[in-house]
């Protein structure tokens, strides 16, 4: 098998990199925060273990958070087809074999991690995810020792000098597949083996095992973890009905600063497992109701946000008018933007693991949206004879694809608001007024 040469800086890479990282950053995301790269030491061996939740979308947010051209490790069936395995070459990642693919391709993982090793010894930085598989859930699984097979297998073979660094890493996302959602990276404090050394020496699996703990706990700290997973979706439902009051009783103004929202969801959560050692009962009862008003608010197609804000019928008015005088707008963007836009739909629907949609979309998006606003501005240039006219119609594709898109949100979120006021005065709403006031008077209040 051969790995390329992913530990050499590349110009192809240098140059894609920028263009890729401005659509990222700015366009595919609403808001992006990177913060503690300042933990990533410049002059050491360094392992970047994040956590994994949105398949290769995890691996770009760590690209795009550093200045380095940076190599994975990632789990081998993605690499099955050529065409994608030359690319993810490209992209610096490398395959690492589970037992799932066949003892015979265990044994090509000894390559992989010398490989590895070559490359940390070289002081260029290496992101390998410890969970080994994603999950489209705010939980972390149990780590593998992939990390940790690597870090002391280097150690080894520099006499326990290497003085390796691990960075428990946090990738958190407001949502996982929606355009124009929310990302936030945050490197942690660096972890060193030194003080593992000696007990490894003397019990090497113990030791990892130990380690591995440790780097859990790590990861844990920067991230939204919900630990168990019988309860997950209403404890992620009930992040956003506590949030507001959460940030009230922390004396946050700000909730929707994505740091802020990162606070007040960890200690939502603190405060539910607390409930859940405390008082068990009270907890069941309280997942029982979230079940329920969740189930009540599907029925209406509403969001929590709705019940919350119950906004007056003037400002609704202002929306509802908004729209109708924008519908010219709206059709331009939509209609200058429909084939790429709709293109990766046609692989993403066929998808059997929803959590490549935003990769696929993403990939795509930037190669097919520039080609297609580029043959038709030429279009429009081959029937007005004027450069003039396709450069103002090239640069409105963008801007008027974003405002088609800022356009439909605010439809469906109008929407919502008038079948909400529709039906405010029915029983069943009622009581779904009712059940959310109960909710948060239970735990917040």
Aim: aromatic share 14%; glycine share 2%; proline share 4%.
């Amino acid at each position: 098998m051969k790995l390329g040469k992913v530990e050499k800086f590349s110009v192809r890479y240098a140059v894609l990199k920028v263009y890729a990282k401005f659509v990222h950053d700015k366009i595919f995301y609403k808001k992006v925060k990177y913060f503690g790269a300042e933990n990533i030491p410049k002059n050491k061996p360094v392992l970047i273990a994040p956590n994994h939740q949105n398949a290769l979308m995890d691996a770009l947010a760590i690209i795009f958070a550093l200045d380095k051209q940076i190599v994975f490790l990632a789990r081998s069936d993605i690499f099955q087809n050529p065409i994608v395995a030359k690319i993810l070459f490209f992209l610096k990642i490398l395959p690492v074999f589970r037992m799932r693919d066949g003892k015979e391709k265990l044994k090509l993982n000894e390559k992989i991690y010398n490989k590895t090793i070559q490359i940390l010894k070289k002081k260029r930085p290496v992101v390998i995810f410890p969970e080994a598989q994603h999950i489209d859930k705010r939980h972390l699984r149990r780590l593998k020792k992939s990390i940790q097979r690597v870090a002391f297998k280097l150690e080894e073979d520099s006499d326990y000098n290497a003085d390796i660094q691990i960075i428990p890493t946090g990738i958190y996302y407001s949502n996982y597949w929606n355009f124009r959602s929310k990302l936030y990276v945050c490197f942690g404090k660096p972890l060193s083996l030194k003080d593992y050394i000696e007990e490894y020496k003397q019990d090497p699996a113990k030791t990892m095992l130990k380690f591995g703990n440790v780097l859990h706990e790590k990861i844990s700290e920067q991230i939204i973890n919900i630990k168990d997973l019988t309860t997950h979706d209403e404890y992620d439902f009930l992040l956003e009905v506590y949030d507001k009051y959460i940030a009230e009783k922390l004396s946050i103004k700000n909730i929707k600063d994505l740091v802020n929202k990162i606070i007040v969801d960890k200690e939502t959560v603190r405060m539910l497992d607390e409930l859940k050692d405390e008082k068990p009962g009270d907890f069941k009862n309280l997942m029982d109701d979230a079940r329920t008003y969740s189930e009540g608010l599907k029925k209406f197609k509403l969001k929590d946000w709705v019940l919350e804000k119950a906004e007056l019928s003037n400002k609704l008015f202002r929306k509802i008018l908004l729209l109708i005088f924008a519908v010219p707008i709206y059709i331009y963007g939509v209609l200058n933007n429909i084939i790429p836009y709709f293109l990766p739909r046609l692989i993403t629907k066929e998808l059997k693991d929803r959590q490549f949609e935003s990769s696929i979309v993403y990939g795509l998006g930037i190669i097919t949206f520039p080609i297609f606003y580029l043959i038709q501005s030429f279009i429009v240039w081959l029937l007005t004879n004027s450069f003039i006219y396709a450069g103002i119609y090239l640069i409105s594709l963008p801007v008027f694809g974003l405002f088609a898109f800022i356009y439909s949100r605010l439809y469906v979120k109008t929407s919502a608001q008038i079948r909400f006021n529709r039906n405010k005065k029915t029983d069943e709403m009622k009581k779904l007024i009712n059940l959310r006031e109960r909710i948060i008077a239970k735990t917040v209040k």
